[in-house]
Structure formats: C-alpha cells, structure tokens
Nanobody, 121 residues
Framework: QAQLVESGGGLVQPGGSLRLSCAAS????????MSWYRQAPGKERELVAR????????SYVDSVKGRFTISRDNAKNTVYLQMNSLKPEDTAVYYC??????????????WGQGTQVTVSS
C-alpha cells in the first residue's frame, strides 16, 4: 500500500527556516517525480516545487525561488523541502505528491496527509 508521510512542519518566526520531509513507502520511489504543494486557508492548492525521479531537475513557483530548495534521497525514499527566509504568506498546509513517470507506473499518483507550517511572530 502506497504511503507518503510528511513531517517537519511547525510554528516559525518570519525570516526563520524549516525543513520538511516526506517519507515514501509501498511503491518504487525512484520511478516517481515528487512535488510539494501547499494550501492556505481560503485558497486553492498550489504547486510549490517539483523534482524529477532522479533528482536532476527541479522547478519552483516564482514566490519561493531563491528561498526554498527541493531535494530527494532515493536510497532513503524521502523528499525534502528546505524553506529559508520564511514569510507569513508561506503559512499553509504543505503536501507532498508522487507522480509515476516510468513505464508501468505512468499516471499513478499519491498524496500525503499534509503538515502545517505557520509563519508568525
């Protein structure tokens, strides 16, 4: 059974940092591109960052470029989101998502349960 479990969220002051982790199990992690999404109260869920299945290509929404870094460790079946210089507008529930990109798993997708990030003084 495929499962994604996020951790690392919490309350942080503006300008602070957090590192989110998403541990995967039950599927072939290296066959999946991984993404982080976030959803703030009253807003639609938005894509924050994406990394390809090998970790060689990343992309970010403009609002986090230069502050957030997505990475993955395929040996540990884990994807990370390092968040620096946090702003109150980064407050949201953060979700990780896996999307199959190799033959045999194309189109498969899984979501984690989310972790709350609150940026406030």
């Amino acid at each position: 059974q495929a499962q994604l479990v996020e951790s690392g969220g919490g309350l942080v002051q503006p300008g602070g940092s957090l590192r989110l982790s998403c541990a995967a199990s039950g599927f072939t992690f290296s066959a999946y591109a991984m993404s982080w999404y976030r959803q703030a109260p009253g807003k639609e869920r938005e894509l924050v960052a994406r990394i390809d299945n090998r970790g060689g290509s990343t992309s970010y929404v403009d609002s986090v470029k230069g502050r957030f870094t997505i990475s993955r460790d395929n040996a540990k079946n884990t994807v990370y989101l390092q968040m620096n210089s946090l702003k109150p507008e980064d407050t949201a529930v953060y979700y990780c998502k896996a999307v199959g990109v190799r033959i045999g798993v194309l189109g498969n997708d899984y979501w984690g349960q989310g972790t709350q990030v609150t940026v406030s003084s």
